[in-house]
């Protein structure tokens, strides 16, 4: 079965740039979306087709996709930035969702 | 602004089906332009999806729990629901029903309901 590969966890100090990415073969050949899950709240949409954000997300974030690497990167990190982000990608079968990465900012 | 809100049992025994409905307000789920899925989190854990349905009832299922899954839809009541027949402890966990958008062969999932924990135990 296809696998997402993320860092169970990244720092940031604030103000910052943050990334976080998201590995699986070929996985530049598929569209990725990224989302964000703070404690004890659903997942929010923040990236999808690789570098579209849906409207109310702030432009610092951003999402890239190649080769077998995709990327959220986080511009000027804020501290309400700080949560859990997942990406996912249809890999022919089922939607898959990587294992998670836990943002830190401190 | 859509909603979507799950409801249905909180506590399931072993071996028996869950069944759960989202509710959706704010939009009409007939309206042909999403899909509609369920994803389900266990507890500190990742997000797994579950399968999704379109309006004209076609479904998609994750492989691997397509034997005990079924999704339907019930277009006068603005609903679709979930059931997960044979239940066990693994089957514990939170689960979402979402807005399945799509595009270029893609899925991506722009709006939640909140969530309704689910608990195997007899």
């Known amino acids: 079965s296809y696998e997402l590969t993320q860092p169970p966890s990244v720092s940031v100090s604030p103000g910052q740039t943050a990334t976080i990415t998201c590995s699986g073969n070929?996985?530049?050949?598929?569209?990725v979306c990224w989302y964000q899950q703070k404690p004890g709240q659903s997942p929010v949409l923040v990236t999808y087709?690789?570098?579209k954000r849906p409207s109310g997300i702030p432009e610092r974030f951003s999402g890239s996709n190649s080769g077998n690497t995709a990327t959220l990167t986080i511009s000027g990190t804020q501290a309400m930035d700080e949560a859990d982000y997942y990406c996912q990608a249809w890999d022919g079968s089922t939607e898959v969702f990587g294992g998670g990465t836990k943002l830190t900012v401190l | 602004q859509v909603q979507l809100q799950e409801s249905g049992p909180g506590l399931v025994k072993p071996s028996q089906t869950l069944s759960l409905t989202c509710t959706v307000s704010?939009?009409?789920?007939?309206?042909?332009?999403?899909?509609w899925s369920w994803i389900r989190q266990p507890a500190g854990k990742g997000l797994e999806w579950i399968g999704r349905?379109?309006?004209?009832?076609?479904?998609t299922y994750n492989p691997s729990l397509k034997s005990r899954v079924i999704i339907s839809v019930d277009t006068s009541k603005n609903q679709f629901s979930l059931k997960l027949s044979s239940v066990t402890a693994a089957d514990t966990a939170l689960y979402f029903c979402?807005?399945?958008?799509?595009?270029?062969?893609?899925?991506?999932?722009?709006?939640w309901g909140q969530g309704i924990l689910v608990t195997v135990s007899s």
């Open positions: 979402a807005r399945d958008a799509y595009s270029s062969s893609a899925n991506w999932f722009d709006a």
């Open positions: 087709l690789d570098t």
């Open positions: 070929q996985l530049g050949n598929k569209y």
């Open positions: 704010g939009g009409f789920i007939s309206s042909g332009s999403y899909y």
């Open positions: 349905i379109y309006t004209s009832g076609r479904t």
